[in-house]
């Protein structure tokens, strides 16, 4: 169930102890940025979380949700894997999509201490690229740069030897 506040929607969902599930918005490039930006971009879901019993209970915040609505990435991390959903935040519920968007996703790892992918940022600083770590479910901030030579903000990932981590991208096809 979604629940409307001032700034925008709120919803929760119930994770047994071993599970921790983030979950992303999907952006669309607005039109005035598209042109030299990537088409679609990931923004995290601030969430608050509460244990009750055996499970924890989260509750999701979209602020400022597009009366069209907003395509959902929902990914739940266990010890041994990861599974990827999509879903629709319609006007008040949440739909759990049949048909997959198109998701470039793998997994990272290295022997040495890395850089990852560098990655073009839309003005607005969005990004279409998303790192994580699966044993706490946290993103990997990226280092950003500004290049000189296309004009535009960039940015890297630092990974750390002997470490997995999870990399998803929306792609525009």
Do not use: H, W
Not at 112 to 129: S, V
């Amino acid at each position: 169930m979604v629940e409307d506040n001032l700034q925008g929607k709120y919803f929760s969902i119930t994770d047994p102890i071993n599970i921790n599930t983030v979950i992303y918005k999907v952006n669309k490039t607005e039109k005035e940025f598209a042109k030299n930006s990537p088409k679609y971009t990931v923004e995290r879901l601030e969430y608050s979380e509460e244990l009750i019993g055996e499970k924890k209970k989260k509750t999701f915040f979209i602020e400022n949700p597009s009366p069209e609505g907003n395509p959902l990435i929902i990914l739940s991390f266990s010890k041994e894997k990861v599974i990827v959903n999509m879903g629709f935040l319609d006007y008040d519920v949440i739909r759990i999509s049949k048909k997959p968007m198109p998701m470039k996703f793998k997994t990272l790892y290295n022997e040495e201490e890395t850089d990852y992918k560098d990655f073009a940022y839309t003005p607005n600083m969005q990004r279409p690229i998303s790192i994580i770590d699966p044993e706490t479910g946290e993103e990997i901030k990226p280092i950003l740069y500004f290049d000189e030579e296309t004009n535009e903000v960039r940015g890297k990932c630092k990974l750390k030897p002997y470490k997995r981590y999870f990399a998803f991208e929306i792609k525009s096809d």
